[in-house]
């Protein structure tokens, strides 16, 4: 097996990880060509810019992300504490340029941090009232309001030189189980699709937003598989919606999945999911989160690697899907490592 091929394995992969330095084991995915790094509250509790150059050290090329949306969703400041509105909020108040001043706020806490990029905006329409997931997490239940609010967002991320994911796509406002618990399904047709929920993940594309995060979330309307694992889904984003920038997938340790994929033991189901994901179309393949997923993060990063390794190396997943989306992380990690300072 070449170098080459391991390190393009290692290149689409964002595991995360426990603590607030970096374990041997990360150090060494670094130096083998890891892509990315997620970064969870567990990770944020001492001195994240030390963290952070100490990786980049490791990997000047490294994609370091965090979930960082404001409000309720915040790494830096968890349990509520984030001095950021929520979407919900600024959509409320209706004024996009607050809107975009807070992106830029945001991104200027992770640029001071070493972190390159938000897992934000949120661009879901909250079309139902009783979602247990995303509620005032989203801009709008108005697919309009949240395009316009999704957009000044990532653009205040991009004032601040860092690189925006909107999700989730296609869309899971309108759902009632949540998919770290279950897999939801939307039973919406496809014109509805075309004038609710794509209408925001258009206008974050129009807007240059650098990443789309699929949901693992189930439309029959479209396609019997999650978006995260769907060719379908990845087809329409890349030729309806034009997006030709980075497809990374939610969590793949999440439930919502392993409903899909049959595999009870985490390890395995987020291999499984990783080979699912790559092969129909993504490019970043979002581990999760160790603190809530059990074990270290190492686990879940071999087991991951191994099975693209083994599924390129059978022909299941051909050897340029693989070399795309590793060229698309690292073009990513050139752009956002290149940019000025604001």
Known sequence: MS???????????????????????????????????????????????????????????????????????????????????????????????????????????LRAAGVDAALAPVVDVACDPDNPVIGPRAFSDRP????????????????????????????????????????????????????????????????????????HIVVPAVDSAPASVSRRWYRLLRGELGFDGVAVTDALDMKGLAVHTGEPDTVRAVARGAVGALAAGADLLCLGNPATAGGTGEEAYRAAHAAVLEAVESGAVPRARLDEAAGRVEALAAVVHRSPPP
């Not at 279950?182 to 699709?193: D, K, M, N």
Request: aromatic share 4%; with cysteine.
């Open 144 to 215: 309009e309001e949240a395009a316009a609010h999704g957009a000044a967002f990532t653009a205040g991320l991009h004032d601040a030189g860092r690189a925006a994911a909107a999700k989730h796509f296609p869309g899971h406002g309108d759902t009632r189980t949540d998919s770290h618990v279950g897999l939801p399904v939307i039973t919406a047709g496809q014109e509805l699709l075309r004038t609710r929920e794509l209408v925001p993940f258009t206008a974050a594309v129009r807007a240059g937003v650098d990443m789309v995060m699929s949901g």
């Open 3 to 109: 170098r080459a091929l391991e390190e393009a394995a290692a290149r689409v992969l964002m595991p995360g990880f426990l603590g607030t330095a970096p374990p041997p084991w990360l150090l060494e995915a670094c130096r083998r060509g890891l892509g990315s790094v997620l970064y969870f509250a567990q990770n944020l509790g001492g001195a994240p810019a030390a963290l952070s150059r100490e990786l980049h050290g490791a990997r000047p090329a490294l994609l370091i992300a965090c979930d960082e949306e404001g409000g309720a969703v915040s790494r830096f400041h968890p349990g509520g504490a984030s001095p950021h509105p929520s979407h919900g909020e600024l959509g409320a108040a209706g004024d996009t340029a607050a809107t975009r001043a807070t992106g830029r706020a945001v991104g200027d806490l």
